[in-house]
C-alpha cells in the first residue's frame, strides 16, 4: 500500500523558514511527478512546486524566488524549503507523487497535509 508521510510543518513568524518533506513507501515503481499542493481555508487547492524525475521544476508564481523544491530519488523523498514567508502563505500542504504503473498509466497518490502556520 502507496503511504506518503510529510513532515515538517508549523508556525513560524513572517520572514521565517519552514523545511517541508514527503516520504513515498509502499512501493518500487518508478515515481515520475512529485510536488506540493497547498490549500487555504475557503479556497481551492492549488500548485505550489512540481518536480519530475529529471530534476526539473516549475512554481506558482506567488512563492518564485523563496521557495525551492528537491528530491532524493534513492530515498523516494520530496523536500520543499520555504524561506521569506508570508502570511498569505498560511495553508494545509499536501505532498503527491505520480507512480508508473506502466506504458502510459500513472496514479496519484497523496499525503493527508500539513498544516503551515505564517503569522503577522
Known amino acids: 500500500q502507496v503511504q506518503l508521510v510529510e513532515s515538517g510543518g508549523g508556525l513560524v513568524q513572517a520572514g521565517g523558514s519552514l523545511n517541508l518533506s514527503c516520504a513515498v513507501s509502499g512501493s518500487s515503481n518508478p515515481i515520475n511527478t512529485m510536488g506540493w499542493y497547498r490549500q487555504a481555508p475557503g479556497k481551492q487547492r492549488e500548485l505550489v512546486a512540481a518536480t519530475t524525475s529529471a530534476a526539473s521544476a516549475n512554481y506558482a508564481d506567488s512563492v518564485k524566488g523563496r521557495f525551492t523544491i528537491s528530491r532524493h530519488n534513492a530515498k523516494n523523498t520530496v523536500y520543499l524549503q520555504m524561506n521569506s514567508l508570508k502570511p498569505e502563505d498560511t495553508a494545509v500542504y499536501y505532498c503527491?507523487?505520480?507512480?508508473?504503473?506502466?506504458?502510459?498509466?500513472?496514479?496519484?497518490?497523496w499525503g493527508v497535509g500539513t498544516q503551515v502556520t505564517v503569522s503577522s
Open positions: 503527491y507523487a505520480s507512480i508508473v504503473f506502466g506504458p502510459m498509466r500513472t496514479s496519484n497518490y
